[in-house]
């Protein structure tokens, strides 16, 4: 008689290393909100997404692509969106990959470069996929600090990098801060780099940094620099298409995008998000405009909100992180049942502060004033 074994379950299927994986916090669901504030509308502020919209532009490429019909797959190279963004940036477009937003990119790179027990830095407050996927690999991640002030640690960078890292995630501006390296403090980390690292350099919010005084293009700080790089940046934000998931990065050299290609899905960007990135990438208007609404809207928030008496760090993109002096996660609750949804931080260290979105000043007036109510009466 043959053994009988106990079938295994699914839990005892999955690796270890995704079994202790956090699951991915999208913020708040707003039907949820909305039936627990009783509000009609919801204020979502938890995205970091574009309240401007996407240009005009987009909707009628959109509707053309649709027009070609769905029942044919998109183009896998993504060619014509690689060589808009290769012209737009004086780069080859061989030299250019495409993602499903950005983060696709950084889920590619840990698969392509990172071996069980590798090291990765990154930056602590971070985007928490810096940490998530070089996890899936079996990598390991060092976080570094920021000062008291949010600002560039140089001593602690340099130790990191001494260590000998695979991979280096650097987010400028970083998420959830808002803060921003300068040129000098992008050279130091490059300099400090072992010759076996690659360099990420996420500019996920970049477009709204790149008029800020002393920040780094990244990809001009980059170009000739004798070692491999990659510099990531999305339409999700800026160009306000986070609906159809483009992203893409620009690398030292094709044999690393070739390698990315060998890993990444055939057909990871559609075919209507790669017509609308087109589009929105050639109305540099709607994005000067976009940008400058935002900056006043960031400033005109900050102002109010240090004026009640929180700490705010100084931004450079479209969210602000706020010290609430109380448990974030009550925080949020309490702005739910206001019909406001923000993202409370629960990354060890921070768990007083909430990143919040900006919106249009209608939508930031509300959440200020109920911030500022939550917060004025005391321990929650």
Not at 158 to 179: E, H, I, Q, S, Y
Request: net charge negative; hydrophobic share 40%; aromatic share 6%.
């Amino acid at each position: 008689m043959k053994p009988v074994h106990a079938p295994a379950s699914s839990a005892s299927l999955i690796r270890r290393e995704v079994a202790g994986l956090p699951r991915y916090d999208p913020g708040a669901d707003p039907d949820e909100v909305a039936a627990l504030s009783g509000s009609g509308r919801v204020i979502k502020l938890s995205n970091n997404e574009n309240p401007f919209g996407a240009s005009p532009a987009v909707a009628e490429a959109v509707r053309n692509a649709l027009a070609d019909g769905v029942s044919r797959y998109p183009d896998p190279s993504g060619r014509r969106l690689a060589e808009a963004i290769g012209t737009s940036l004086d780069v080859p477009a061989g030299r250019v990959v495409l993602g499903n937003g950005s983060e696709n990119i950084l889920e590619l790179l840990c698969r392509a470069v990172l071996d069980p027990g590798d090291l990765v830095v990154t930056q602590a407050p971070g985007f928490s996929l810096h940490e998530t996927f070089p996890r899936v690999m079996g990598a390991r991640v060092h976080k570094v600090p920021v000062t008291d002030g949010f600002g560039f640690d140089a001593d602690a960078w340099r130790d990191a990098l001494a260590a000998g890292p695979k991979l280096v995630f650097l987010a400028n501006p970083c998420n959830p801060t808002g803060a921003t390296l300068t040129a000098g403090e992008l050279e130091r980390i490059v300099a400090a780099l072992p010759e076996s690292a690659l360099l990420v350099l996420d500019e996920a919010y970049g477009e709204f940094a790149r008029s800020r005084p002393g920040y780094p293009d990244g990809v001009e700080a980059l170009r000739g620099l004798g070692r491999p790089w990659i510099v990531l940046r999305t339409f999700s934000k800026a160009y306000g298409l986070a609906g159809v998931r483009v992203g893409y990065g620009v690398a030292s050299d094709e044999a690393l995008i070739q390698a990315l290609d060998r890993v990444r899905t055939p057909y990871n960007v559609n075919h209507p998000a790669q017509a609308a990135a087109i589009a929105a990438l050639g109305d540099h208007a709607h994005l000067a405009d976009t940008v400058r609404r935002t900056a006043l809207e960031t400033d005109r928030v900050s102002g109010h909100l240090r004026d009640a008496g929180l700490n705010v760090v100084p931004s450079a993109a479209n969210f602000l992180f706020i010290d609430t002096g109380r448990p974030a996660d009550r925080v949020a609750r309490e702005l739910h049942r206001a019909g406001v949804i923000v993202k409370a931080w629960r990354e060890p260290g921070y768990e007083t502060y909430i990143r919040a979105s900006l919106s249009t000043p209608g939508d930031n007036d509300v959440f200020v004033r109920c911030l500022t109510e939550i917060c004025a009466k005391g321990t929650l």
